[in-house]
Structures are given as structure tokens and as C-alpha cells.
């Protein structure tokens, strides 16, 4: 164990002093490294540790190298404190300390000296002295059988592809230290250049991605380490990085060309094990390599008992069942994709991935950890064991300090000490994270048409809401303690409501068909709201008038079709019952459509997905559940994208719109938001676009509506209807126009807006896919329905039923609307 031992002197000023505390004028706080054992009289004393001293006036603390406090000192003399210096030895707390050297204050206060020990992260190669390459003292008494074979086997080690040749890509050569660590038979060091065929098709930020996995997985970054998590957002081909890693690395290498890997264990949600087989197929062909994917025709067993398999592909599921055979086989390099699903180092999955012996690793995510640095811990320690030393030094040393300055009473002092250490940890980190945004690759796709559609609500609706805020189970939340206050239940019917008054309607006769009906739940809440149905209603025979987003739907479909016949639209909603509803639409009006939700089996996604994206496809529509298939779905087939119904968690509805406007789209990309006018729709898009969190920290992306906290003043907010109102959001914006005329946001200066992770500094980002601030939502086009002056005859078409429009275009000037 190492420990550090800090001496801090320091003036009134600089830190705060204790009662009766002196504290010499123009004394300076002052750090050193230091040994330490328990305070014995042996003469040859057996050292136990390194550890950090801090002198503060008269006082010392001793701390070790996972910042815990491991010994304490007060009323040594200033004299005393003089003499330290390298070699000088004195006690405290009942230890006995040597010092070694000086610490310099910002080595200190960004934590770098805590990092000196065994546990603590290794350092990068490109600040190590280089070392003398390593040569084998036996060399010339082994001499070959003749010269020729001596040149033959150096003629043999040359590059399989020509490093001179134009637009070749070359990875970067091996340092001296990596050539001692990893060259003991001294093998010609050789380029390794990425085959032609795919350097071709691999875009400059692809090629950037493709060197930094070369780099941490080949131990160049840090020494020792070979992990890297790869954190672009979605769209950016971070499967194609892979492969092309892959095809590299099962090919070449730096050391005499000899190949690097050998076997591959790429692990996957269960929906993209067959895109994952596709892209394999598209990019690298069925003869360059051989792959095999796990699912109930094809086991494990099969890859294991055949030679000509390279690379295994597995979900996530499949590899819980299968982990005994799969820890017999080894894997040289382990992928993870959607490895945010890692951040819990609890779980059965990140369990049974850690206890497979393979040092390679992987993680590719486009949904970064926000704000809970212990899940940021947990996928570093997987992809680089030990690297931040363990979970309760990490906390010590970087999350405390960085929790502790984020706080409204949080001293000078230790918002200093905080953000150093966050941009300590951001820039060590960065030796093997890396993530882009889609900015990086905005100039390749079409134009996008965002379109935030705000539906007055119809009549039925109307009545319905009212009698829903009037209940006694709305009363009653807004009373007082939430504790047992049904406000989840609340809010449930009211975003049913907005939907359609068919889904209230069902909701209504399930329950009272249920034995588990709660009198002072779900009777209070749905009391004599059957009796504002009409006598004779049929959930079945539902109209599209009785709600406001269907009768736009309605109309944006049709002249879609009518204008733009070729044209294919992905119709998103969050629930299975709203979908049907959506199905039955199609039918009523004769469109042909698609679906995929979470009953469609695993092994039949990507087969629907294919269909939908080629050319040849009959589907007008596809419809999408936004939770099973939100995520790494690639729906390019599509052009317009309609989301019907709103989500609490923004990355929801991020991702859902990135199934569309990615790359390989060739058409301008409309995407419409329906929200009903004035209800909890509303409130739910403010929450989603208002700055939320610490210290301007992006909303946790990871919240639902189960996890989110309410106060009873939110409550109220969300159960008001605003009637007069044609759009409560832009009430909120100050905006002068009024609605009276056409806003267009002339105005292009960029707001500061919430970053991705609580960490360092803020950097620029793409506003193309993440939620906005207010600040920036008023500066899109926005105009009433009712004064609409713009040329799009989308929108012009149903504008009848529409209150109001918010509209952001990006990369207008790429190709003609």
C-alpha cells in the first residue's frame, strides 16, 4: 500500500484556521510525498507505504494514496516544519514518516499525487522517459543455419498493404517503451496500414476514431492498459470503426506483421445481433471472415467445434446462458455495444463479462453516463481494471470533492478544489474515452426539418380533462405529503387523455372489470367520467375528431402521401395501445405499414427493418415502440418521422429521431413532435428543454416518471389546463412577437446550453440532437396556426387543427427543401 504525505502551510487567507490556531505570517502551504511505518525503535525500519503530508500551521495530516486520513498532527514548532526536506524523518500519529520529495501544489490539487501507487492510474507512455529497446544477450550465439535464411525472414516481415500508396491510412508506429514491453524477439517493427477497401469508405472523424481504438487497445495510451470506450453519438459508425479495427488486428501487426488477435467476442442487445452480422456482410463480404451468431438454432457449442469462426456475436442474454462455455474459449478482443447497460458493476451482466480473461476491451455507447460518477467509475473499471485505483479512493479523491463544489454552500476553496479535480479526471480519462457529436458529420446529411406541432385538444377532451383535474384524487395530491398521493396515476390518465379519450375509456372498464380496483385511487380519480362518453360509445369504432393529435396526424399523413407518394414515414409512440390505435389509422385510410414494438421477436427485427429500407418496399409506414426500438435501429428508409406522444426522459425522443437523420439518408428529413395544446404534454416538453441539475449538469437522462420527484408547486403546474392560451411554451419565452406574426430568430447569437457530462469545462456541441434550452428554443421560427405565413405545404395543410408551430431547419443550404 502507498500513502502521501502532505505538508500544507498557509496563510489566513489562502485556507481556514481552527480556534487558537497560529498561523506564521507569509508561511506557504507546502505537499511531499513521504514513507511511512509504525513508530518503532528498530534501526533498519521495514516501511509500510507511501502517503501524501499536508502542513497547514502547526498542523499535519498524513494521508494515504486513496485519500483517507491515515494520521494526524498538531503543535509541532515552526522550526521543526523548517527542516523538512528529502530524507528528514519525524513522527505523527503514532507513525513514522520519511520524506522523499516535495509535491508541487497543482500536482496536488488536480489529485496527480495520488496516483503514484499500484492501484492508481498508470501513466502514459508519451511522458516516460524512453527506455533502451530491449535485445536478447543470447542473440549471436544462436546464429542462423545460413544467411539466406536470416534474410528471407526479414524479407517476409513487410506491410500487407503499401503505407506510400495515396490515401493510404498508416497507424502510428510503437514508441521505444512499447517496443520493450511488448517486441522481447525483436521482430522488425513494420507498418500497419488499413485495408484500402475500407480506408476508402471511412470519413475523417471515422478515421480519427479508428487510431484511438488502434492506440488503447494496443497499449500505446497508457502502458499496460488496453481498454477504450468509444462514446460517439448515434450515427457516427462506431460499428464500422470496429470492424475495421477488427479486420486490422486479426490481420497485422506492429511486430514482424504478425497478427494481434485472433478470436473476437462482440456482445450486443439481443435486436442488433443480426445488424451487427449485416454489417460484417456489407463491409468485409462472407469470404474475408467468417462470422457466427448465437441464437436458439445456433449455440455456442457450434462456434467452439469449428475452426473456420473468428469472431462470435452474442446478446447480452444469450451470453448469461451460455458464459460457461464461453469462458473456455479465449477471446482475444471483447466489444460491448450499448455498454451503458455496464455502468452497474453489481449486475449479473457486468459480473459474468468482467470474469472473462481478456485484457482488449471495448465499450461503445452513444448515451454517455450524466451525473452519477460512480457509474462513470464502473465502465472505466471495466475497460481498464484498477486504473482510477479502487471504488473508495475514486470517491475520496475525485467524486467527494467534485460533489462538494457543485453545492450552493460550497466554499472558494473547495469549488477550486473541485473543479480541478473534475478537470483532472476529464483529462486523464480522455486517454481512452472519446466521444464526438453529430456536428462531426452534419455536413454529409440532408437537410433536417425539426417541427414542434402544438394540436388544440378536441371537445371530448376538453370535458374529459377538466373532469379528471376535478377529481378527488387530483385534490388530493395537491394537498400536501406525496408519500401515498396517487400523482403517477394522475398523470398517467391525463397523457392517455392527450393520446385519445379510447385509451381513458379501456383504462376506465379494466379497472372496473379488476378485483385490484383501489377506492381511493382509481374510483376517485375516474368517478362519473364514463358519463361524459357518449351513451354509446365504442372504444372500437373511435373517431379521429375526439382527439387533437390524431385529426393532425390524420391530415399530415394524407398529404404526405398525396405530395410526396414515394416518399416513407416512421410513426413513433411509447405504447403498445396507442400503436394499435396508429394501426388501425393505416387501415381505415388504406396505408400499407410495418411494425415493430416490443412482441416482435428478436430474430425477426432486422428483417423488418431491411424491408422497410430498401427500395423496393410497399410500407408507407413503419411503426415504431420508442422503447424497443429506440435504440441503434438505422430506419433511413423513412424521410419523415412523426413522434405522437412525448416521453419524460429527453434521450427518448432524441434517439428516436436519430433512426432517421443518419448517415446514408439521401432525402431532406421532416420530423414532427405532436404535444396537445395547454395540457400536461406541455409541461412535460418545458421540463424536457429547462436546465435542470447542479451547476448547469444536463437532466438525467436516465429518469423516468417512476424515478423523477415531484413538489407539490410542480404538481400544480402540471395539473392546470391553459385553455386560452394558444401555446403555454411560448408564453414562457418573453418573446415580443406575440404570435401575431412570424418569428424567425434572427438572432444567431449561441446559448450556453447543458453539456453531456458534469465534468470539466463545457465544450461546444451539436444542438442537432439533444434537448435545448429555453433561451435556445426562441430562437427557432415560430408562429400560431392561425397567422401561419411560411411555404411549407405540410404544415399549411394542417393548420386548421394546429395552435401553434415551433420550426428549426439544419443544413438548409445542403440541398433544396
Known sequence: MFYIFILVYSSPEDLPVSKGQEVEPGSAVKYFTVVWCKASKKKHKTWEGDAVLIVNGKSLTLKDLEGKDI???????????????????????????????????????????????????????????????????????????????????????????????????????????????????????????????????LRPHQKEGLIFLYECVMGMRVNGRCGAILADEMGLGKTLQCISLLWTLQCQGPYGGKPIIKKTLIVTPGSLVNNWRREFQKWLGSERIKIFTVDQDHKVEEFIKSPLYSVLIISYEMLLRSLDQIKNIKFDLLICDEGHRLKNSAIKTTTALISLACEKRIILTGTPVQNDLQEFFALIDFVNPGILGSLSSFRKIYEEPIIVSRQPSASKEDKELGERRAAELVCFTGLFFLRRTQEVINKYLPPKIENVVFCRPGALQLELYQKLLNSQAVRF??????????????????????????????????????????????????????????????????????????????????????????????LVSNYTQTLNILQEVCK????????????????????????????????????????????????????????????????????????????GQKHPVHIYRLLTTGTIEEKI???????????????????????????????????????????????????????KREHTGDSLEKFPVSRNCQLGPHH??????????????????????????LKDPFLDRIRENVSFFFQNITNQNTAAL
Open 71 to 201: 494520521g494526524r498532527g498538531t503543535g509541532y514548532k515552526f522550526k521543526e516544519l523548517e527542516k523538512i526536506e528529502e530524507g528528514y524523518t519525524m513522527m505523527i500519529g503514532g507513525k513514522e514518516i520519511e520524506i522523499m520529495g516535495s509535491i508541487s501544489p497543482d500536482d496536488f490539487s488536480s489529485g496527480r499525487c495520488f496516483q503514484l501507487g499500484g492501484g492508481g492510474p498508470a501513466i502514459s507512455s508519451s511522458s516516460q522517459a524512453a527506455k533502451k529497446c530491449f535485445s536478447n544477450p543470447l542473440k549471436s550465439v544462436y546464429k542462423p543455419s545460413s544467411k539466406e535464411n536470416r534474410q528471407n525472414s526479414f524479407q517476409n516481415c513487410k506491410p500487407r498493404h503499401d503505407p506510400c500508396a495515396p490515401n493510404s491510412l498508416v497507424m502510428p508506429r510503437p514508441d521505444k517503451n512499447h517496443q520493450w514491453m511488448f517486441n522481447k524477439n525483436c521482430f522488425p517493427v513494420v507498418d500497419v496500414v488499413i485495408d484500402p477497401h475500407l480506408a476508402y469508405y
Open 477 to 570: 395530491c395537491l394537498q400536501g405529503s406525496l408519500e401515498n398521493s396517487p400523482h403517477l396515476i394522475c398523470i398517467g390518465a391525463l397523457k392517455k387523455l392527450c393520446n385519445h379519450p379510447c385509451l381513458l375509456f379501456n383504462s376506465i372498464k379494466e379497472k372496473e372489470c379488476s378485483s385490484t380496483w383501489d377506492e381511493h385511487e382509481e374510483s376517485s380519480l375516474y368517478e362519473g367520467l364514463l358519463n361524459v362518453f357518449p351513451a354509446d360509445y365504442n372504444p372500437l369504432m373511435f373517431t379521429e375528431k375526439e382527439s387533437g393529435k390524431l385529426q393532425v396526424l390524420t391530415k399530415l399523413l394524407a398529404v404526405i402521401h398525396e405530395l410526396r407518394p414515394t416518399d416513407r414515414v416512421v
Open 588 to 663: 381505415r385510410h388504406g396505408y400499407a405499414c410495418t411494425r415493430l414494438d416490443g412482441q416482435t421477436p428478436v430474430s425477426q427485427r432486422q428483417q423488418i427493418v431491411d424491408g422497410f429500407n430498401s427500395k423496393y418496399s410497399s410500407d408507407f409506414i413503419f411503426l415504431l415502440s420508442s422503447k424497443a426500438g429506440g435504440v441503434g435501429l438505422n430506419l433511413i428508409g423513412g424521410s419523415h418521422l412523426i413522434l405522437y406522444d412525448i416521453d419524460w426522459n429527453p434521450a427518448t425522443d432524441i434517439q428516436a429521431m436519430s433512426r432517421v437523420w443518419r448517415d
Open 685 to 739: 416538453y418545458q421540463r424536457q428543454i429547462s436546465k435542470q441539475g447542479l451547476s448547469g449538469a444536463v437532466v438525467d437522462l436516465a429518469k423516468t416518471s417512476e424515478h423523477i420527484q415531484f413538489s407539490v408547486e410542480e404538481l400544480k403546474n402540471l395539473f392546470t389546463l391553459h385553455e386560452s392560451s394558444h401555446c403555454v411554451t411560448h408564453d414562457l419565452l418573453d418573446c415580443d412577437c406575440a404570435g
Open 764 to 789: 461546444k456541441k451539436s444542438d442537432s440532437l439533444k434537448p435545448l434550452s429555453m433561451s435556445q428554443l426562441k430562437q427557432w421560427k415560430h408562429f400560431s396556426g392561425d397567422q401561419l405565413n
